[in-house]
């Protein structure tokens, strides 16, 4: 097998740098899950209508990178569409990914005791309870995979092994998410297959955006899939839009109402604009690798955005005789996502050095 090689040098970042991303990681955090265990949840922009925000849409886009980055690691194992040198990387960046979206939800579920009272409790007709077990045993494979190919430059049978389980759970971990909204039905328009679906378009992604940070030398390999990708995305929004502005039956066109004109507009526009068309703009005009990493990031806050329009419009409409919900993050909440983004960046840049000094 052909053992992909991989440029070593480091650009050397500046202390300034790693001061920054400890302060707004550890402060980050340490202040938004302090004040929310001080002064309980109603600090957050959450209620009893709309009991999903900001933090789980920080969890499906992580866990969505995460489970992506897993399967890229196991494809390089039998193709060189991604390189068998960059498979620790991206085995590590899946954890990273797989961390921080754990700590998200549990900073949304509150107390971390109601974390272990769901994973005690044994109540296994519930999906978070299977989300939440899928979970663990996928971070744990990939762990495991992970120390497995640490000293290993080219494919085995073991790595082979673990990269096939590796993306059996991935997908698991995503459907299992997307699952767990479609089979909602006092939230119509989560309901049906084109959920799951979404969500594993869009873990695709988000990953392939992650993987384009991470690896400028595969970049602009990537970008052609990226944007494929975005154009799935789009192609997915129009047609939740047209079916329920022409099928009411189908998706209630209220709550499709919500994304044009309502509670979710400013989430959606954003989206749309920012997070889809304005990252395709780029990656069609420019070849430039700066600006194919701008359109990266920029794809990756779409990602972000979808999940945050889809919860917030899909609770907005209650169920039984309620008044119309609405959500607008506060700002503990956005504090909680930029310092968990920030510990993100911090793990890759100082364990993940130790990872990236293994690849050859």
Known sequence: ??????????????????????????????IAWGLQLAQGMSITGI???????????????????????????AISEFSALFP??????????????????GLLITMDIGNPINLWRILTAGRFSSMMTWDFFVLIITGILTLVYLIFSWEQTTSTLITRILGILGMVCAVALVVVEGWMLA?????????????????LVVALVAGLAVAMLAWPEIAPKLSNWLMVGLWVMLAFVLVEILTGAIAVEVRPHPEVSLLVAGVASPMFWVYLIIGTLAPLVIL????????MRIAAALALLGVLLEKLWLLTAGQAIPWLALP????????????????????????????????????V
């Open 183 to 199: 089979v909602l039905s006092a939230h119509p328009l989560w309901n049906g297959g084109l959920t799951v679906i979404s969500f």
């Open 284 to 291: 069609f005009w420019q070849k430039n690798l700066l600006w």
């Open 324 to 359: 119309q919900g609405s959500y607008v993050p506060t700002w503990v909440e956005w504090l909680g996502l930029v310092g968990a983004i920030a510990l993100a960046a911090l793990l890759y840049l100082g364990v993940g050095k130790l990872v990236r000094m293994k690849e």
């Open 84 to 101: 068998i040198a960059r498979r620790n990387t991206s085995l590590f960046l899946a954890l990273v990914n797989f961390v921080i979206g």
């Open 1 to 30: 097998m052909t053992t992909n090689v991989v440029n070593k040098t480091e650009v050397r970042v500046p202390l300034v740098i790693w001061i920054v991303l400890a302060v707004v990681g550890l402060g980050g955090l340490g």
């Open 47 to 73: 209620s009893q209508q709309v009991v999903w925000g900001l933090y789980i849409a920080g969890f499906f886009t992580a866990m969505g990178a995460g489970a992506a980055l897993l399967v890229f690691a």
